[in-house]
């Protein structure tokens, strides 16, 4: 047993992460009086130094307008100067350019984010609707005991207690880790990016290209600056080359697409031991939890990339972690209301979520038909119309 009921904070919904999904979550159920209590990870000293000035995974789709206003958060998102969508060009299905506008999209254009400034307002507002906050500095325990989840951080010996317990830590899944619940991995996708210096070419397009070796993403971002990414697998023999800021972006210029808004040379920030100057790694592929799983699981909730970690060439990644939200705080709200069907019917929905993910993805990779027998893409279309790997 982790700790007695009378030392223990207590609270209705315990968050465990405080991203998009997190956020939003509690940022809701807060609103609607439940006592939520959010713990984060306190990163190490050296680690809050060497934290960047931006981060990946900017892209919002109109669509996400009305999940903004539902969570009160539509004036505040529009007064942080987020620049609005234009166009977006690719080279994916043929070698020859298409083009793509949102002109009768209904929900308009969608965004490229301030990404950290996108972060902080959804932290923010789960501050402002009562949401508490408590760093975990040690290593974490979790139990389950009777009706409650029982949280213990070895850092400051802190215990939690709640009879709702939520995974929002993204990729990472840790409480699904710590509970015994597994991810299954389809791929081994991995994101090359490199942030550039801003440049007079004044485009706002996204541009998608598809290569042999994977697959290339670069937008202007509100800063000004210029996003570069490769997305490939992490075994590629070309990954250990493209760790040099100036290998990738020679690797880019080969596509007559992206050479007209790239400059001959430049580094961005992010500094990384192993990484050359500028260049980030981030995983990229699908994972995905096994809801049927979770839902045996009693009291226990995941949100966002926790449930299903998207593929960027989706680019909906966030506006899942938004809609993700919305429907657990309604699932949670109905469970502490007494309503025994209320987790079934969210895991049931995550299920269906992610079918139609994964055959709209198949259906993305296996349209560049000009590249099949390169390695890359056969193992993407087998990732996609198979049975996963188990992490």
């Not at 130094?49 to 996400?64: D, M, Q, V």
């Not at 069907?341 to 560049?368: C, G, I, K, N, S």
């Amino acid at each position: 047993m982790i700790g007695a009921a009378e030392s223990a904070d207590d609270c209705d919904v315990l968050v465990v992460g405080t991203g998009p999904a997190g956020s939003a979550l509690a940022r809701r159920l807060s609103a609607s009086g439940q006592r939520v209590l959010m713990l984060e990870r306190s990163p190490p000293v050296a680690a809050r130094r060497r934290e960047p000035a931006w981060r990946i995974g900017e892209s919002l789709p109109g669509a996400a307008s009305v999940l903004l206003r539902r969570q009160g958060l539509w004036d505040r998102f529009l007064a942080d100067g987020h620049v609005p969508r234009q166009a977006s060009v690719s080279v994916w299905d043929t070698p020859q350019p298409a083009w793509t506008d949102a002109l009768r999209d209904p929900n308009g254009p969608g965004w490229h984010l301030d990404r950290l400034r996108f972060d902080q307002m959804l932290r923010d507002a789960a501050a402002d609707s009562g949401a508490q906050r408590a760093e975990v500095t040690g290593a974490i325990q979790i139990e389950r005991a009777g009706a409650h989840w029982w949280v213990g951080d070895t850092g400051t010996g802190r215990r939690y207690r709640a009879p709702i317990l939520v995974d929002a830590t993204g990729r990472h899944a840790a409480v699904c880790r710590r509970i015994g619940l597994k991810r299954e991995a389809a791929d081994r996708l991995v994101a090359v990016h490199l942030l550039l210096p801003p440049t007079q070419e004044e485009d706002r397009c996204t541009r998608l290209c598809a290569d042999a070796q994977g697959w290339w993403y670069s937008v202007r971002i509100p800063s000004g600056r210029r996003v570069l990414c490769f997305h490939m697998d992490a075994d590629e023999p070309l990954l250990r080359t493209l760790r040099d800021a100036q290998a990738l972006l020679t690797q880019a210029r080969s596509h007559s697409l992206l050479r007209d808004v790239l400059p001959l040379t430049g580094a961005g920030e992010g500094e990384g031991a192993g990484e050359g100057e500028g260049v980030r790694l981030q995983p990229a592929g699908t994972a995905a939890l096994d809801l049927r799983e979770c839902e045996a699981v009693p009291g226990f909730y995941a949100v966002g990339d926790t449930v299903l970690a998207f593929d960027p060439v989706a680019s909906q990644g966030l506006f899942h972690a938004l809609a993700c939200a919305e429907s657990a705080a309604l699932a949670i709200s109905r469970e502490l209301a007494g309503e025994t069907a209320a987790r079934r019917d969210y895991f049931a929905e995550m299920m269906q979520v992610q079918t139609h993910y994964r055959r709209r993805l198949a259906e993305v990779y296996a349209r560049p038909v000009r590249f099949r027998g390169e390695g890359f893409w056969d193992r993407h279309r087998q990732a996609t119309g198979s049975a996963p790997r188990r992490q």
